[in-house]
């Protein structure tokens, strides 16, 4: 085969072998282990700390784009609040499909827990357009900015809404974000009324996240996939009767989503190698001298 | 000119300088939290509305295409299709009409048609469009990205550290010497604590200084160009 079209191959071929690098990890489990890291542990470690007493809001700040990345953390957490019994309430900023997000994830985690009451366990308020102004008005009254639920109930008529106004109330907030309603739940909300932020982000909005994390404003952060598998494997450690609900076929989760990653990862290598390869010989090739 | 400029101009010195002043100032100040949370709870409403003024100039353009038969013509017709038929059965359903009891679910826990378009076309078409990346990224990783010289070798170095380091790969590679499991998790958390969270930080604070002098320039009356206006 020819050099130059070692170095430029068929790109069908290229796409065929990504292809199959995340079609069959997810179809036959390899099972790579998993660790934790110390981001991942700080948000998990805060929340098994919390109990009845205490109130995390999940906020849903993404669309179906990167579901796979962020569901997985969303059902986590709402997993790991239900296990310990934390009243959670969850909102939308995201406009293209956060508040589908929301639904679907609160569908399947409730599913798995048919104690928990709505209402007085868990509140879903909803989405609500415009994330800045909306943020920095539930810091006066959740109700100015959600008066009824997202069954249309009023919050007065919700136990769980009874006791809380304002993010004086809340014990922690984590964003599922892929963009910027991250940064505003940093910079506005932590920042001016010091309500503790955990962030659930996307792994190529990850990197920007870490300054957060080093300055103290965001307690901990669960980086793209890696991050979700990460909780996932901490939560099935913390809860044992877990574990065969992870390990189901057919269920989607992030620990099964990283093996299709980690071949990926491995293929893109092996691309970058190869790649630099032919272009070295090719280059050496040119500059020797012509055998005539 | 008073109507379209003066105006304007007035109403986002005042608008615009009461988040400012509000948060500098205490609850204890006569007036202020007033002020603010009329100022905040307008906000929220406006927000509505601006996403409103998005569908109307989506409108507007996409006939205007079909009209002129530019090229890309029957996507307009498709965008417009979408846009009326789930618009048209979100706002049905998140009004509760006649049978649309509900946005995500009706009354009796099924898929409202909202829920059912959002589930079975949305979702997997947004997704489809996200994945595509990993194809992308693939080829340019074989083709483009080479090392031409110091920048690009210390890019890819990076990269593959970084790439190695966030799967369980960069376990396995020095898993076989003592303590090596984690050598490469630690250097990746290094490259991400150190070297990215420096340059991060140089970026966001470089966008937040941009973003404040743009906003004093709009509330001062420098910056008219979102008027319709030319600077003067």
């Known amino acids: 085969m020819k050099l130059e079209r070692l170095i430029s191959p068929d790109r069908r071929i ?23 890291t110390p981001p991942v542990e700080a948000v998990f470690d805060a929340i098994a700390q919390f109990d009845a007493d205490d109130v995390v809001l999940l906020s849903f700040d993404y669309g179906p784009n990167v579901a796979p990345e962020c569901s997985p953390m969303g059902e986590a957490i709402l997993r790991h609040c239900f296990e310990r019994r934390i009243p959670v309430i969850l909102i939308a900023f995201f406009p293209v499909g ?57 919050l007065a008529e919700l136990p769980l809404m009874q006791r809380v106004t304002n993010y004086s109330d809340i014990s922690l907030v984590v964003t599922l974000t892929t963009n910027v309603i991250g940064d505003w739940w940093i910079n506005l909300v932590n920042a001016q009324f010091k309500v503790p932020i955990a962030i659930g982000a996307t792994a190529v909005s990850a990197p920007k996240f870490y300054a957060f994390l080093d300055s103290g404003q965001a307690i901990g952060m669960l980086g793209g996939l890696k991050g979700a598998s990460e909780y996932e494997h901490l939560l099935v450690a913390a809860y044992p009767h877990l574990r065969p609900l992870y390990e189901r076929p057919g269920f989607y989760t992030a620990m099964k989503g990283m093996d299709a990653q980690t071949v990926d990862h491995a293929l893109i290598m092996l691309f970058i190698v190869l790649g630099n390869l032919f272009y ?4 050496r090739r040119k500059a020797r001298p012509s055998a005539v | 000119m008073f109507w379209k400029l003066r105006l304007p101009l007035i109403l986002t010195l005042l608008v615009g300088s009461v988040p400012v002043v509000t948060f500098f100032l205490t609850d204890r100040v006569p007036g202020v ?5 009329k100022v905040e709870g307008y906000m929220v409403i406006i927000y509505g509305f601006a996403l409103l003024l998005g569908v109307v100039n989506v409108i507007q353009s996409s006939v205007r295409k079909i009209e002129q038969r530019r090229s890309g013509w029957p996507f307009a017709v498709s965008l417009l299709a979408g846009l009326f038929v789930m618009g048209g059965f979100g706002i049905l359903s998140a009004i509760r009409v006649g049978p649309f009891q509900g946005l995500l679910a009706n009354a009796g826990g099924g898929m409202t048609p909202f829920s059912w378009m959002t589930s079975h076309m949305f979702n997997p078409l947004q997704a489809a ?22 920048d690009g070798a210390m890019l890819i170095g990076a990269a ?20 090596g ?26 966008a937040a200084l941009g973003a404040a002098s743009l906003s004093l320039r709009v509330i001062l009356g420098i910056e008219r160009s979102y008027l319709g206006a030319q600077e003067k």
């Open chain 1, 14 to 36: 290229l796409y065929l072998l990504i292809a199959l690098g995340t079609a069959i990890p997810i179809l036959v489990r390899i099972g790579f282990p998993v660790s934790a």
């Open chain 1, 98 to 154: 956060g508040i589908t997000m929301a639904g679907e994830v609160i569908e399947r985690v409730l599913s798995e827990y048919p104690a928990v009451r709505p209402g007085e366990d868990y509140v879903f308020l909803g989405y609500k357009d415009g994330a800045q102004a909306a943020m920095k008005q539930m810091g006066v009254a959740f109700a100015n900015v959600f008066p009824v639920d997202n069954d249309r109930r009023p």
């Open chain 1, 280 to 283: 070295l010989l090719a280059k």
């Open chain 2, 33 to 37: 939290s007033f002020v603010r949370d």
């Open chain 2, 129 to 150: 469009m996200f994945s595509l990346l990993a194809f992308y990224i693939a080829s340019a990783a074989f083709r483009s990205l080479r090392v031409r010289n110091l």
């Open chain 2, 160 to 179: 593959f550290i970084v790439m190695l380091g966030r799967t369980p790969l960069g376990e396995y590679a020095f898993g076989w010497l003592p303590g």
């Open chain 2, 181 to 206: 499991e984690t050598w490469l998790p630690r250097v990746t958390d290094w490259i991400m604590a150190i070297p990215n969270t420096a340059a991060q930080r140089g970026i966001i604070i470089g």
